[in-house]
């Protein structure tokens, strides 16, 4: 398991639904397209794996989970 844990801001509700969308609603300033959960998610599906977050102002939590295979 791989977990990562950020200090955010803040985060409104409406950001965290839609969260592992393509092009979904950025947190940061300037040029940023909300694009880094979803390419996550995209490769810990690939893996045949787990992705979970939690959210508990200011820290925003990811825990990533993958399937040993021998």
Request: aromatic share 12%.
């Given at each position: 398991?791989?977990?990562?844990?950020?200090?955010?801001?803040?985060?409104?509700?409406?950001?965290?639904?839609?969260?592992?969308?393509s092009f979904g609603r950025?947190?940061?300033?300037?040029?940023?397209e909300g694009m880094g959960?979803?390419?996550?998610?995209?490769?810990?599906?690939?893996?045949?794996?787990?992705?979970?977050?939690?959210?508990?102002?200011?820290?925003?939590?990811?825990?990533?989970?993958?399937?040993?295979?021998?």
């Amino acid at each position: 398991m791989l977990i990562c844990e950020n200090s955010t801001p803040g985060m409104e509700p409406k950001v965290l639904d839609t969260l592992y969308q393509s092009f979904g609603r950025s947190t940061k300033s300037g040029a940023h397209e909300g694009m880094g959960t979803y390419i996550i998610q995209k490769l810990v599906k690939s893996a045949f794996g787990r992705l979970d977050f939690t959210y508990r102002h200011p820290v925003f939590r990811l825990e990533i989970k993958i399937p040993f295979q021998k």
